[in-house]
């Protein structure tokens, strides 16, 4: 059984940063991939950023040049670096790990949109509030 804790949200001003962590217990090591979602007040859950095994990384088009996601093998933790935070970053930030063959950016989106996938195949965090204001 894996359980995933995320940490690190919190309240800042546009253009500031924050660093999300995910405290992976259980059997995650190298065999997980591993990403961030996110889902703010009113809207559908989306992909952040996703990393496998080897270290191969995807981000969605608002993030990309803005976030780093990264993980630490030997503590089993998966990171999220946000810069040049935007309002519209503000959501609930959930961790997430699951097994994969493939590409990383086809596992996000196997998540998205395979419930079945989502219930059965993957791990989630109970989320980490991120909260921006102008």
């Known amino acids: 059984q894996v359980h995933l804790v995320e940490s690190g949200g919190g309240s800042v001003q546009a253009g500031r940063s924050l660093k999300l962590s995910c405290a992976a217990s259980?059997?995650?090591?190298?065999?997980?991939?591993m990403g961030w979602f996110r889902q703010a007040p009113g809207k559908e859950r989306e992909g952040v950023a996703s990393i496998s095994v080897d270290g191969s990384t995807s981000y969605a088009a608002p993030v990309k040049g803005r976030f780093t996601i990264s993980r630490d093998y030997a503590d089993d933790t998966l990171y999220l670096q946000m810069n040049t935070l935007k309002p519209e970053d503000t959501a609930m930030y959930f961790c997430v790990a699951g097994l994969w063959l493939g590409s990383v950016s086809d596992w996000m989106k196997r998540i998205d949109t395979d419930k079945n996938y989502r219930r059965d195949m993957s791990y989630w965090g109970k989320g980490t509030l991120v909260t921006i204001s102008s």
């Open positions: 259980g059997t995650i090591g190298s065999r997980y991939y």
